[in-house]
C-alpha cells in the first residue's frame, strides 16, 4: 500500500530533550515536507526536501533540523524542544512538488 | 500577500441537504488549486487539483470547480462519512523550488443523520 509512514504518533517530552520524529515513504516520491498544524493558524510548513541531500527552510524552521540522505526517509529532529513546539506534525512527500501530497498519520507531540 | 480564506469555518447539514464551502485566493499566478479532506487526528487526504478558471472534477458527491478568484467544492445530498474539515490550497507562480502551498485554515462540516 502507498503509504507516508510517520513514528510515534504520540510523543510527550520534556523541554530540553532532543527528539526524533521519522518518516518514510514507499512511493519513491522526490518531494517531501514537514507541516506543523495548530489551531486558528493552519498548516505551516517546517522544512522540504527535493530529493536527497537538498533540503530547505520552510516557513516555521527555527528550532527544527531535517536531513534527506535516503529518498525514502525525512526524519524532523528537534534538538532542544521547548513548549512552544507542542503541536500536530505531518510529513507529507509527493511525486514533484506540483501534484497532490500524500500525508502521514501526523505525530502529536507534547513538550512539557 | 498571497493569501486562501476559506468561508464558512463551520458548516452543519442535514444527510441529503446539498451545499457549498467556498475558497477565494489572492496569489500571484496560480499555478494550482488543491482540495483535501482531513479526518480529525489524521493527515489531509488529496482530492482534487485544478489548474485553471472553468475546470471541474467530481468525485462521488464532490465537485470542485474554479474561478478566477475562488473556488467551490459542491457536496451534492451528502451523508454522514462526508463530515469532515476540508482544506484548500493554491500554488503560486513564485513558489520557486519549494513548490510551496498556501493553506487555508478549513471548514469544518458536520453532515447530521
Known amino acids: 500500500e502507498a503509504q507516508v509512514t510517520q513514528n510515534p504518533r504520540y510523543l510527550i517530552t520534556v523541554t530540553g530533550k532532543k527528539l526524533t520524529v521519522t518518516c518514510s515513504q514507499n512511493?519513491?516520491?522526490?518531494?517531501m515536507s514537514w507541516y506543523r498544524q495548530d489551531p486558528g493558524l493552519g498548516l505551516r510548513q517546517i522544512y522540504y526536501s527535493m530529493n536527497v541531500e537538498v533540503t530547505d527552510k520552510g516557513d516555521v524552521p527555527e528550532g527544527y533540523k531535517v536531513s534527506r540522505k535516503e529518498k525514502r526517509n525525512f526524519p524532523l529532529i528537534l534538538e532542544s524542544p521547548s513548549p512552544n513546539q507542542t503541536s500536530l506534525y505531518f510529513c507529507?512527500?509527493?511525486?514533484?512538488?506540483?501534484?497532490?501530497?500524500?500525508f502521514g498519520s501526523g505525530t502529536r507531540l507534547t513538550v512539557v | 500577500e498571497d493569501q486562501v480564506t476559506q468561508s464558512p469555518e463551520a458548516l452543519r447539514l442535514q444527510e441529503g441537504e446539498s451545499s457549498s464551502l467556498n475558497c477565494s485566493y489572492t496569489v500571484s499566478g496560480l499555478r494550482g488549486l488543491f482540495w483535501y479532506r482531513q479526518d480529525p487526528g489524521k493527515g489531509p487526504e488529496f482530492l482534487f487539483t485544478?489548474?485553471?478558471?472553468?475546470e471541474e472534477k467530481e468525485k462521488e458527491r464532490l465537485k470542485a470547480t474554479l474561478t478566477k478568484k475562488e473556488s467551490f467544492l459542491h457536496i451534492t445530498a451528502p451523508k454522514p462519512e462526508d463530515s469532515a474539515t476540508y482544506l484548500c490550497a493554491a500554488r503560486a507562480l513564485n513558489a520557486g523550488n519549494n513548490r510551496k502551498l498556501i493553506w487555508g485554515l478549513g471548514t469544518s462540516l458536520a453532515v447530521n443523520p
Open positions: 512511493m519513491n516520491h522526490e518531494y
Open positions: 485544478l489548474y485553471s478558471a472553468g
Open positions: 507529507a512527500s509527493s511525486p514533484t512538488g506540483s501534484v497532490g501530497y500524500t
